[in-house]
T-cell receptor
C-alpha cells in the first residue's frame, strides 16, 4: 500500500523568507497529491493540490511541484507571513483513500 | 452549504460511559470519512463510507468503536465503553467521488477522564 513520508517535522523561518516542505510516496499508481493546512485548534483545510499529469502548480504565494520519477512532491511558500504559521500535511491518494504525511509545524519568526 | 457539521464540539465524559459523535456531510457528497487525531499518532482513518455503505473499517481500533450511516445526510461514531486513551479530536470529512478534495468538519474534542 501507499506510504507517505514528510520532512521536516518542524520548520522555523524568518518572516518574508521562503519555506519548503517535502514529501515522498511509495505507490507509483497514486495520482492525486493535496496539501492541507491546519491552524491551531482548527480543522485541516485544502490549500493546494496537484494531479500526476502536472509537474507544477502555483496559487499566489504557494506552489507545489511533483516529480513522478523520483516519487516526491514539495510545497513552496514564498514571502512567508505570520498567518502562514500552522501545521501542514501532505497526502497521496491511493484508490479511495488519502494517505497522510505526519505533518510539518511551520513557525514564522517575526 | 454550511459545510460538514459535527456535534458535539466538545465532550468530557468518564471512563466506561458511552460516547456518540455525529456528523452531517455536505449535501451531494457520497464519501464520508471518520478520522481520529492525536499528537502521538497524527491523523488516523477510522472508517470510510461510500454511498452510505462501510467500505473500509480496518482503522477502527477495536470492538468498542462502531460507526453507522443510516442515510446520505447523517453518520454516527459510537464508543462504548469509553477509555482515557480514546481522548482525541475526532474529525468527520466528506468528498465527492469525482473531485479529490476532502472537506473536514470542525471536529469533536473528546476527553475521557
Amino acid at each position: 500500500g501507499e506510504n507517505v513520508e514528510q520532512h521536516p517535522s518542524t520548520l522555523s523561518v524568518q518572516e518574508g523568507d521562503s519555506a519548503v516542505i517535502k514529501c515522498t510516496y511509495s505507490d507509483s499508481a497514486s495520482n492525486y497529491f493535496p496539501w492541507y493546512k491546519q491552524e491551531l485548534g482548527k480543522r485541516p483545510q485544502l490549500i493546494i493540490d496537484i494531479r500526476s499529469n502536472v509537474g507544477e502548480k502555483k496559487d499566489q504565494r504557494i506552489a507545489v511541484t511533483l516529480n513522478k520519477t523520483a516519487k516526491h512532491f514539495s510545497l513552496h511558500i514564498t514571502e512567508t507571513q505570520p498567518e502562514d504559521s500552522a501545521v501542514y500535511f501532505c497526502a497521496g491518494k491511493s484508490n479511495y483513500q488519502l494517505i497522510w504525511g505526519a505533518g510539518t509545524k511551520l513557525i514564522i519568526k517575526p | 452549504d454550511a459545510g460538514v457539521i459535527q456535534s458535539p464540539r466538545h465532550e468530557v465524559t468518564e471512563m466506561g460511559q458511552e460516547v456518540t459523535l455525529r456528523c452531517k456531510p455536505i449535501s451531494g457528497h457520497n464519501s464520508l470519512f471518520w478520522y481520529r487525531q492525536t499528537m502521538m499518532r497524527g491523523l488516523e482513518l477510522l472508517i470510510y463510507f461510500n454511498n452510505n455503505v462501510p467500505i473500509d473499517d480496518s482503522g477502527m481500533p477495536e470492538d468498542r468503536f462502531s460507526a453507522k450511516m443510516p442515510n446520505a445526510s447523517f453518520s454516527t461514531l459510537k464508543i462504548q465503553p469509553s477509555e482515557p486513551r480514546d481522548s482525541a479530536v475526532y474529525f468527520c470529512a466528506s468528498s465527492s467521488n469525482r473531485a479529490g478534495e476532502l472537506f473536514f468538519g470542525e471536529g469533536s474534542r473528546l476527553t475521557v477522564l
